[in-house]
């Protein structure tokens, strides 16, 4: 005679904060391990678990024609792919791996074309098949600018605190989720905007290096200022380094991977950071929280966030040490490439007419393509980089290469936990 084992309790766990987990554990379906950070699973959570992982892994063999296998590393795939890419091509380059409680995503395209149309179809057999699990509804594959590729995030909505939460935002009246690096092109709201436009002068602001320091010396509000950000970028070829001016609205910052994917783009740069003293010096002159859009030497990239199309009257550096610009007007006095480059923040307008306010967001899941998938998969890691084992064969026609790698992983646990918050 067997009787499943399931302790349910009337209490939360201690020290836990995630809605699913303490209700997981009241139904005797989980325990939580505050040491290891573990979460435990009991038949009943095991069971679920379980079910998530067969309808998740069934919706992508029917959506997205994945080979569910069990290989239990990258290598181990890849070499399955090399043996039967000849003879069975598209069936051979697609897998589901099986690691546990999580489902590792792994293929092969011929090119970036083939890379996103398999992410696109992957994204759709999960996101139908999560709609159709209850307690699973709601999710949403949020992008994220990573330099070299494109970064999904499979997102639920949850409670600060929660097991695997990260910060993101969330349009207050039509519910688009964003995270801070997602691609968003948001046209700012500038005070002043329909002002006639001011003549553009040259002023003395001793001491203002700061957007703080020169709000507070003119009186204006920060929205009527542009700052600049200063980086190096870096040429693989020649290891040479290129200075970037970047200009942004003043209380709007600059997002590293959105500007790194802008350059590495237009003007084939990678590895870039922030400039040094020494070459602020060398590259802008004695410039030091001066710097502004007009009269930069010759050889800057200059690149303005989208936040800038619109600006007029605005307060920019003038280059020269202890100086601004007032009126400074974008299309009359400067021009320069527009792009989305800046990290998306609280109070940022939607094209809906809300705006985005701070949430918590629970990460089940990341797909990748482009590049080496690996690197920021939840817990996946990878000793061997497979972007560099390009997939290829030959037949009397020549060689069929599959140059394009993409993955990534979908958690059972995560989409567990909120499966049981939904409870
Ligand atoms: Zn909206």
Known sequence: MSATLKPQTANAPAKVKDAGLISLAKDGDAAYNAKSGELLLLPGGAQSQREIKERLASALFEGA???????????????????YVREWQDRATAYIDDR???????????????????????????????????????????????????????LFPCETGSIGARPG??????????????????????PGRDDPPEDLKKIETPGA?????????????????????LYVGSDGETAGSRPVASFIRGDYNISMNKLSRWLREKHGLYGIRPA?????????????????????????????????????????????????RVGCCYGRDFTADIADIALNSQGIPCPCGGSFEAVSMREAGTLRFGFDPHHASLEIKTTTPLHDKKLSYQDREGTHEYQAVWGGVISTERILLEIGRAR
């Open 65 to 83: 024609g994945l080979q569910r296998v069990d290989c239990g590393n990258d290598e181990a795939v890849f070499s399955l792919a090399e043996r």
């Open 100 to 154: 546990g409680r999580d489902l590792r995503i792994l293929g092969w395209s011929k090119d970036t074309a083939g890379a996103w149309q398999k992410t696109e179809e992957i994204m759709a057999a999960v996101s139908g098949e999560l709609e159709r699990i209850p307690g699973g509804e709601g999710s949403s594959f949020v992008e994220e600018a990573v330099p070299d590729g494109r970064s999904f995030s499979l």
């Open 169 to 190: 935002f969330v349009c207050k009246s039509c519910g688009k989720p964003l995270l801070a690096d997602s691609p968003f092109s948001f046209r700012s709201v500038q």
């Open 209 to 229: 290096n700061t957007i703080a320091e020169l709000c507070s010396q003119l009186g204006i509000d920060v929205r009527q200022t542009l700052k600049a950000m």
């Open 276 to 324: 040094e003293k020494q070459e602020l010096a060398e590259f802008f002159g004695e410039v030091a929280g001066y710097c502004g859009p007009i009269g930069l030497p010759e050889g800057v990239i200059v690149i303005c966030d989208s936040s800038v199309r619109d600006s007029k009257n605005t307060v920019v550096g003038a280059n020269c040490p202890g100086y601004h």
